[in-house]
């Protein structure tokens, strides 16, 4: 039986990237959560106005990957410490958040967040937010990296460093045969 986790880590092409490498993780979807306005737009999120961030959610077999490392995967593969931005996008649609789907994830992202901060002797922002509206993003965004965005400047400066850290720090974690 799969679980979801919903999660926002900057730029949704890059984390998106990062869980379909992930063992357990069967599918990740891009889209928004956590703003004011219902069925957002891709350009209406990047306005900053909608109060949504770019977001994935991931379906994954709890038998494979537990909800907490699918959290410390999550911590480890973006920057938790910038407030409103990864790198240079800037905004709140950029939020590092989790968004917990019940009271047990709710705990689970306490708990990862106090692992982060503990082992790296700084504080993370991550919030947790919710609960809140899912809304899929538009089906360009949708394995953006494994079609477009490898011809795309953006993808190809942020993604490969992303996909490093996951490959250096959760060798366990990453699917054989994933490309590095």
Known sequence: MSEQAILAGGCFWCTEAV????????EVESGYIGGTVADPTYKQ????STGHAEAIRVTYDPAVI??????????GT????????????VGTQYRSAIFPLGDAQRQEAEAAIGRWNAEH???????????????????YHQEYWEGEGQRNPYCLAVIPPKLMKLRKSFQNKVKAGSAA
Do not use: K
């Open 19 to 26: 869980f379909r490498d992930v063992v357990g993780v069967s």
């Open 45 to 48: 999120v990047c306005s900053g």
């Open 66 to 75: 537990s909800y907490a490392e699918i959290l410390d995967v999550f911590l």
């Open 78 to 89: 973006h920057d938790p410490t910038q407030l409103n931005r990864q790198g240079n996008d």
């Open 121 to 139: 002797g700084e504080m993370a922002v991550t919030t947790i937010e919710g609960p809140s509206e899912w809304y899929p993003a538009e089906d």
